[in-house]
């Protein structure tokens, strides 16, 4: 598995997707929980795990036996004659090392929906510069918008699990009449 491909990059998005180091944890111990000869390297720039509910993930990988390289994967080329996906990766401490694997995995990073600009212009909410939704403060106020009455969390803000944690604090009645305000406008 290949981290953080196309995030935390100036040439592609630079922010961190935030959700994709912990799937491709619980990816790689459930592949293990099922079939425990399957040898498993995972390539990293940092392991990030936002959430209490996520290091066990990182520990029972761990334990498993998952092989990580904190490291760049500079190349990814199939042998022509036995099918191999060659990978050259360059580890932050250390020599450049070569991998062969059946199968790479890419840890793409999330974008913004289609059509997101089309319903922040529906609804009038700001967008930011990469695109997803903004919110009002990122600290004082990371679930609302510029829009009263409307709120977010989930991908359309990039930082999933701590957004919709935070949605919590709202009482239900004021979700409910905030998301059945929105389904009655669009
Ligand atoms: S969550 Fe992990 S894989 Fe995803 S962009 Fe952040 S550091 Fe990279």
Not at 19 to 47: F, G
Not at 142 to 160: A, R, S
Request: hydrophobic share 40%; with cysteine.
């Amino acid at each position: 598995m290949v981290q953080c491909v196309g995030s935390r990059d100036k040439s592609t998005h630079i922010y961190c997707s935030k959700i994709c180091c912990a799937v491709a944890l619980k990816n790689a111990r459930s592949i293990l929980q099922k079939n425990p000869d399957t040898e498993i390297t995972i390539c990293y720039k940092d392991i990030r795990l936002a959430g209490k509910d996520y290091e066990h993930y990182y520990v029972d990988c761990q334990n498993m036996g998952v092989n990580f390289i904190n490291g760049d994967v500079l190349e990814v080329k199939e042998d022509p004659e036995t099918k191999m996906l060659k990978l050259k990766v360059k580890p932050k401490y250390g020599e450049e090392v070569e991998l062969e694997a059946d199968l790479v995995v890419l840890t793409c990073a999330l974008v913004p929906a289609k059509g997101m600009e089309e319903l922040a212009r529906t609804l009038n909410l700001s967008l930011s510069p990469d695109g997803f939704f903004m919110e009002l403060h990122p600290k004082l106020a990371p679930v609302d918008t510029n829009v009263d009455g409307i709120y977010i969390c989930g991908v359309c803000v990039v930082e999933c699990p701590a957004r919709a944690i935070q949605l919590r604090h709202y009482k239900d009645d004021q979700i409910f009449a905030a998301v059945s305000g929105v389904l009655k406008e669009v």
